[in-house]
């Protein structure tokens, strides 16, 4: 029971009290240029899941035969392997996605979602639990994602998913889009609200001076 | 002439930070002091200014379709494009092990200062990001990019320094609870970005 209750934790921890972006500041990187549109943050979400899960996994099965000095290469190696294998997967399935993608893809190597969560938790833990690891914080990194996707797309091109949402009725009344949340300054400012509300509704993560 | 062109573009216009939040992890991290911030600047622009070139040559010598035909004419077919990835992270990791030796043996002064920034800059999004935007530019000579990525470095550099110095002043303000410390320094870099919007569309 205490073990089921465990895996519950490193799946739900990070989607909220811990999580990467606004938490634990990691792989606010490639976070932000992504978010223009939903599905690219979508897509950009669930590679970025996967990679973290797997790498967990494979680090912490070898973790006891990596040399202390030169884990960082080989932990890069790992990623950078996993890496490959999405981008290829995303340019043979989901081509159109991977194209507005573009680098973003290659990054996730040195998303420091990625490499933090290797060096705190796959390097000291269990294969399967740094696997729920990965996966939990991979969602949280989507989540956030995908709220600050949302917002842009809808305040800033008037749809969801490509499809339009706002009616044309509104359009018609005088409604304009708001171009500046096309922006990749918007980005940042959604971020900085989120965090806020975020921190509002949960004072225990308020910034000790 | 064209060079001045692609210097001044990296830094101000497509600005690594403002226009494509690379390196934002270790931007928000060591961005506390000035001058700390000038050492992981300075670091940036030393390692951004020899891997960028470096990895352009195994780009076009290596890795592009056809690239290895100065090996013989039967491999101008080879596409090995699908390892830029693997390749360009290890010749950073090398690199920054390879700069780090020169730079402790020959100037251990500035070893001092850069300290603990320089392994780390291995992992820093704006290095692996300079050398996949050099591929996608498509540049045709060596000093380009070299150019390029001495001029992401010092934007880069540019960045976090002006940061350092606002947040520096803002430790003085009254800033509301729950807004401090992350949550004001993007909705900073966010202004900060749409400041450097002004330079948009300058051609030299």
């Not at chain 1, 465990?6 to 978010?35: F, H, R, Y």
């Not at chain 1, 833990?125 to 996707?149: E, R, T």
Request: a positive charge.
């Amino acid at each position: 029971m205490a073990k089921k209750k465990k895996w519950k934790d490193l799946l739900v921890d990070p989607l909220n009290e811990n999580n990467p972006i606004t938490v634990q500041i990691l792989g606010i990187c490639s976070a932000l240029a992504i978010t223009v549109k939903l599905m690219p943050a979508i897509v950009m979400g669930i590679s970025v899941m996967v990679v973290v899960a797997f790498s967990n996994f494979i680090v912490s099965l070898i973790r006891n035969y990596i040399p202390n000095r030169i884990r960082i290469i080989v932990q890069l190696l790992i990623v950078a392997t996993l890496v490959i294998l999405v981008d290829q997967l995303l340019k043979a399935f989901a081509y159109d996605v991977s194209k507005q993608l573009s680098v973003f893809v290659g990054l996730i190597i040195t998303n420091c979602i990625v490499m933090g969560r290797l060096e705190a938790f796959a390097l000291a833990n269990k294969p399967i639990d740094s696997f729920l690891d990965g996966i939990g914080n991979g969602a949280g990194y989507s989540f956030v994602l995908i709220i600050v996707a949302f917002f842009r797309e809808l305040l800033g091109s008037g749809t969801l998913l490509d499809k339009k949402i706002i009616p044309q009725s509104f359009y018609d009344a005088g409604y304009v889009n708001n171009a500046m949340m096309l922006l990749p300054a918007m980005a940042l400012i959604t971020l900085g609200i989120y965090i806020w509300v975020q921190r509002s509704l949960y004072p225990q993560l308020t910034e000790k001076e | 002439m064209e060079l001045w062109n692609i210097f001044i573009r990296s830094i101000f216009i497509e600005n690594m930070i403002f226009a494509f939040f690379l390196g934002m992890c270790s931007y928000l991290a060591v961005s506390k002091k000035v001058k700390t911030a000038v050492g992981l600047g300075a670091a940036v622009v030393f390692v951004l200014a020899i891997t960028v070139p470096v990895n352009f040559l195994i780009d076009k010598y290596l890795l592009q379709p056809g690239a290895l035909k100065w090996l013989d004419p039967s491999f101008a077919d080879v596409d090995l494009s699908f390892l830029s990835f693997i390749m360009f992270i290890a010749v950073i990791a090398a690199m920054v092990q390879l700069v780090e030796m020169f730079v402790e043996r020959f100037a251990p002064a500035l070893y001092a200062s850069l300290g603990i920034f320089l392994p780390l800059i291995a992992v820093n999004c704006a290095i692996l990001g300079g050398s996949l935007f050099m591929q996608q530019k498509e540049f045709t000579h060596v000093s380009e990019a070299i150019v390029y990525g001495l001029g992401s470095g010092i934007g880069w550099l540019m960045a976090i320094v002006f940061l350092a110095a606002i947040r520096e002043k803002i430790s003085y303000s009254n800033v509301p609870k729950p807004l401090r410390g992350l949550g004001i320094t993007f909705i900073i870099t966010g202004l900060m970005a749409i400041a450097f919007m002004a330079f948009m569309g300058i051609k030299i």
